[in-house]
């Protein structure tokens, strides 16, 4: 299993930008999908996860409203919309996959995905 995150960069403060998680070496319509991100010195955090069917989505509290994820089976690839982006922002970000829940809508917690993409870094200037 491959999980290619991209998107990341350098964007100021009320900017924008998505992420992008392609992902191989598995049936990506089997899986929910979860981003993550660690900021220096911090712990992994939650974001956001989009289940197999992109009919249920879970958000950190900290980014909702100003974050969307969604995903496109076909293509094997879901992604992160970034809006309204501030400083604390700041951080690497993981896409992960973990085999899709029977209930309760996909999984918040880092230990749920066994696979991990390798991160892209965002970075929001104030």
């Known amino acids: 299993v491959q999980l290619q995150a991209s998107g990341g960069g350098l964007v100021q403060a009320g900017g924008s930008l998505r992420l992008s998680c392609a992902a191989s070496g598995l049936t990506f319509g089997n899986y929910d999908m979860g981003w993550f991100r660690q900021a220096p010195g911090k712990e992994r955090e939650f974001v956001a996860a989009?289940?197999?069917?992109?009919?249920?989505?879970n958000y950190a509290d900290s980014v909702k409203g100003r974050f969307a994820v969604s995903r496109d089976n076909a293509k094997g690839t879901d992604y992160l919309q970034m809006n309204s982006l501030i400083p604390e922002d700041t951080a690497v970000y993981y896409c992960a996959a973990a085999w899709r829940a029977l209930h309760g809508g996909p999984q918040t917690k880092d230990s749920g995905y066994p696979y991990w993409g390798q991160g892209t870094l965002v970075t929001v200037s104030s």
């Open positions: 989009i289940s197999w069917s992109g009919i249920s989505t």
